[in-house]
């Protein structure tokens, strides 16, 4: 990698485990070394010795915006129009009920029939709450579903299992020629793959803290409000901190002013703080250098599994084309469940998503050239000796 590349150094601020090579920062990121002292800190000084005084002195009140306006910077938003908050389920719940207030009258919420199940479960729950029919179709379909019926489109911009990006300025137009309002699920974007919310004209957008984002185990998630809709949005989770003036403890509710009315309750200070000091990382990274990096990785994956391992009958089940590819490779194989357990067991991790998608996630900041080529080899080696083919393998358990 060239000197001046921005992520020369990246790999060496995070803690990877002896002899781990990690492909799954898809689903939850590797330690930043920062967040361990400073997670001390923030437990034993602003916590133990500062108390609720910290509320002031550490600035807890404002984690949510500060750590807001770091994410901003990764998905082309203003600083003012992120917070980080909640999980990206309830986030999705805030915003899309927001969007379909400000479409009263129409009927229909249109999403994607194969998008992560959490989002879809949510859009069902708001599509009852408020009457309407959910549209459920291939991605591509949804174009061409949109009359001046549909209040609402929830897409994910980079599929969670095939890691296709789906054109952020294509949808949101289509969506907007319909009259209609989009919200985007970026939490396989943000941290590996650019998107410009603002460019693109987006409405909403949520996604999560604990992928590429390295903000740890059930980091808060966050959502994006395009600033012209903000002071027209009524959110369902009408909570204190959502409050114009909180500590007032008025008995009637007044939104705050912008995004901070999308807040519910007391924030998590203790995740907040270290999601906010792990996306420090970011700063000074370029984001072409994030994507280029992340193109190098998926692309030497793919040559190197063509040649290696499509005799064994893996196949590649992620876009050939770099320009619609996200920063994980998904492989597909009858046997791909036994072949994660063993991976697994040589400390070589990447996931698995039914019913048969071996994941592998090339996270920008900290996998090399060099980790690839020893996936592959791996993997190879496990067909050739059979390493797959044991009773346990069998067995499926419920987190891989
Ligand atoms: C990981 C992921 C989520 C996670 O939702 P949480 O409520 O934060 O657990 C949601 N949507 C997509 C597309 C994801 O990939």
């Not at 959490?118 to 599509?127: G, M, N, R, S």
């Not at 050939?320 to 991790?349: F, N």
Request: aromatic share 10%; net charge negative; with cysteine.
């Amino acid at each position: 990698m060239p000197e001046d590349n921005t992520l020369a150094n990246t790999r060496e601020r995070f803690h990877i485990p002896d002899g781990v090579r990690y492909f799954d920062g898809n689903s939850l990121g590797l330690m930043p070394k920062v967040v361990q002292l400073h997670a001390s800190n923030v437990i034993t000084h602003e916590w133990g010795n500062g108390l609720i005084s910290s509320w002031h002195s550490a600035e807890w009140r404002t984690l949510p915006q500060r750590a807001g306006a770091k994410l901003a910077a990764l998905i082309g938003a203003r600083p003012d129009e992120v917070v980080a908050c909640d999980s990206t389920s309830v986030n999705l719940f805030k915003v899309l009920v927001s969007a379909v207030r400000l479409r009263p009258g129409r009927r229909k919420i249109v999403t994607d029939a194969d998008a992560f199940p959490t989002d879809l479960y949510i859009v069902d729950q708001v599509a009852r709450l408020f009457g309407l029919t959910v549209d459920a179709v291939p991605a591509k379909e949804i174009p061409s579903r949109l009359d001046d019926q549909v209040a609402a489109v929830v897409l994910t911009h980079v599929d969670y299992r095939s890691a296709e990006i789906y054109n952020m300025e294509e949808f949101t137009r289509a969506t907007h020629d319909a009259g209609a309002l989009i919200v985007w699920d970026l939490s396989h974007t943000a941290g590996a793959v650019p998107c410009d919310l603002d460019k693109s004209g987006a409405d909403f957008a949520v996604g999560c803290g604990y992928k590429y984002l390295n903000g740890g185990p059930g980091a808060p998630a966050y959502l994006y409000v395009a600033a012209r809709h903000v002071s027209a949005c009524e959110q369902p989770l009408a909570g204190w901190f959502g409050h114009a003036r909180p500590f007032d403890f008025a008995q009637k509710y007044a939104p705050a002013e912008g995004t901070d009315r999308f807040l519910c309750g007391t924030n998590p200070v203790i995740g907040l703080s270290v999601l906010s000091r792990a996306l420090d990382i970011f700063e000074g990274v370029s984001i072409d250098d994030i994507r280029g990096k992340s193109l190098q990785l998926t692309q030497l994956f793919i040559d190197s599994a063509d040649r290696q391992l499509a005799t064994h009958g893996f196949v590649v089940a992620s876009p050939r084309d770099p320009a619609i590819r996200g920063s994980h490779v998904s492989l597909r194989h009858t046997q791909g469940y036994a072949v994660m357990q063993e991976l697994s067991r040589r400390k070589i991790i990447g996931d698995f998503r039914m019913p048969d998608y071996m994941r592998f996630g090339f996270a920008p900041l900290y996998n090399t050239e060099d980790e690839v080529h020893q996936l592959v080899d791996a993997i190879d080696g496990i067909m050739k000796e059979r390493a797959w083919d044991k009773p346990e393998y069998q067995q499926r358990r419920d987190f891989t």
